[in-house]
């Protein structure tokens, strides 16, 4: 009697180390090693290009998320992966999101969720759905990335406001990101708003007759704001695009310090409308989700959002690329 009690107490001994094994990374010591990515293979039909960067970006994290096989997950590894490596191949998916059409690249988000939620509702103890959904604020969402799109960010809150895999708190943090992300998206009108100028003129957006128009929200004594000052001001393509009427910059400021803003003045070329906002209407009515200064919006002439709270970067690239006629 007492060998069989022996013999039942090893065998659930066993049966619980397996399922604690197969929690999140299976009972094979192979797995328990740190594996590269696993970016996926283009297919030979789809060869290079634009195509092959398209499948990348909607497939990039299915190998990843096989949910036929699990690996050790802990504090430095995510399925199996080193974490700095799950998040340098999150950059390099950012990457390839850039690089296709605003379509596919929500498409591509919009397979991720899909990808990690599956993932989550096989096995809950694995951090695959916690750390790529972090990752997705991180690099989509937060205003110091050089990667982040509003756009792109908008269905992955979505997602996450109404999955059940979330808890109710954050699901409404999420709901709210989204509504966020839905304001001044691009490719829509952006939001008509009024601004006074030092001489006390009254203003609008939609006032501005430029081909092009610069939406600058700055603030006084800000360095990146001069930064961009400066940039704006030393480029002679740019300049010229300005001083042709062709481009139009509406230095924006909608905070209640109007006295500093005075004090700024010379700072502020006079070729530019620079204004503030006089019934700090921008951020009460949350007509654009200003969430870090500067924040900078390309609008074409019937004030359509071209590029929405994008890295000063990306702009002056998109503006030299319509100075060269491209």
């Given at each position: 009697?007492?060998v069989d009690n022996d013999i039942r107490l090893?065998?659930?001994?066993?049966?619980?180390?397996?399922?604690?094994?197969?929690?999140?990374?299976?009972?094979?010591?192979?797995?328990?090693?740190?594996?590269?990515?696993?970016?996926?293979?283009?297919?030979?039909?789809?060869?290079?290009?634009?195509?092959?960067?398209?499948?990348?970006?909607?497939?990039?994290?299915?190998?990843?998320?096989?949910?036929?096989?699990?690996?050790?997950?802990?504090?430095?590894?995510?399925?199996?992966?080193?974490?700095?490596?799950?998040?340098?191949?999150?950059?390099?998916?950012?990457?390839?999101?850039?690089?296709?059409?605003?379509?596919?690249?929500?498409?591509?988000?919009?397979?991720?969720?899909?990808?990690?939620?599956?993932?989550?509702?096989?096995?809950?103890?694995?951090?695959?759905?916690?750390?790529?959904?972090?990752?997705?604020?991180?690099?989509?969402?937060?205003?110091?990335?050089?990667?982040?799109?509003?756009?792109?960010?908008?269905?992955?809150?979505?997602?996450?406001?109404?999955?059940?895999?979330?808890?109710?708190?954050?699901?409404?943090?999420?709901?709210?990101?989204?509504?966020?992300?839905?304001?001044?998206?691009?490719?829509?009108?952006?939001?008509?708003?009024?601004?006074?100028?030092?001489?006390?003129?009254?203003?609008?957006?939609?006032?501005?007759?430029?081909?092009?128009?610069?939406?600058?929200?700055?603030?006084?004594?800000?360095?990146?704001?001069?930064?961009?000052?400066?940039?704006?001001?030393?480029?002679?393509?740019?300049?010229?695009?300005?001083?042709?009427?062709?481009?139009?910059v509406a230095n924006i400021y909608i905070d209640?310090?109007?006295?500093?803003?005075?004090?700024?003045?010379?700072?502020?070329?006079?070729?530019?409308?620079?204004?503030?906002?006089?019934?700090?209407?921008?951020?009460?009515?949350?007509?654009?989700?200003?969430?870090?200064?500067?924040?900078?919006?390309?609008?074409?002439?019937?004030?359509?959002?071209?590029?929405?709270?994008?890295?000063?970067?990306?702009?002056?690239?998109?503006?030299?690329?319509?100075?060269?006629?491209?």
């Amino acid at each position: 009697m007492a060998v069989d009690n022996d013999i039942r107490l090893l065998t659930a001994v066993f049966a619980l180390m397996c399922a604690i094994l197969q929690g999140c990374g299976g009972p094979a010591a192979e797995k328990s090693a740190p594996r590269p990515f696993p970016v996926p293979e283009v297919p030979s039909m789809i060869g290079s290009g634009n195509e092959a960067i398209t499948y990348l970006a909607t497939h990039f994290w299915d190998d990843f998320t096989d949910t036929s096989e699990t690996y050790v997950c802990d504090s430095s590894t995510v399925n199996g992966v080193h974490t700095d490596d799950v998040e340098q191949a999150f950059a390099d998916w950012a990457g390839y999101l850039r690089s296709g059409t605003p379509d596919d690249a929500r498409e591509a988000v919009s397979a991720m969720f899909r990808r990690i939620a599956a993932f989550e509702r096989r096995d809950t103890s694995t951090n695959v759905f916690e750390t790529v959904s972090s990752l997705a604020e991180k690099y989509l969402y937060d205003p110091n990335s050089p990667l982040r799109s509003e756009d792109l960010y908008l269905p992955f809150a979505s997602a996450m406001s109404s999955s059940p895999l979330v808890p109710p708190e954050k699901r409404a943090v999420y709901e709210y990101d989204a509504k966020m992300c839905s304001l001044n998206r691009t490719g829509s009108p952006a939001a008509d708003f009024r601004f006074m100028d030092k001489a006390g003129r009254s203003h609008t957006l939609y006032g501005i007759d430029a081909e092009y128009t610069l939406l600058f929200f700055s603030n006084p004594g800000c360095e990146a704001c001069k930064y961009i000052i400066d940039a704006l001001e030393s480029d002679t393509a740019l300049g010229s695009m300005v001083s042709s009427g062709r481009l139009a910059v509406a230095n924006i400021y909608i905070d209640e310090d109007i006295e500093a803003w005075y004090g700024y003045q010379d700072i502020y070329p006079d070729s530019w409308y620079n204004g503030y906002d006089p019934d700090f209407i921008i951020r009460t009515d949350l007509l654009y989700n200003v969430r870090a200064i500067p924040s900078l919006y390309l609008l074409d002439r019937d004030k359509k959002v071209l590029l929405k709270d994008a890295p000063e970067d990306r702009v002056f690239a998109a503006l030299h690329r319509i100075g060269d006629g491209q």
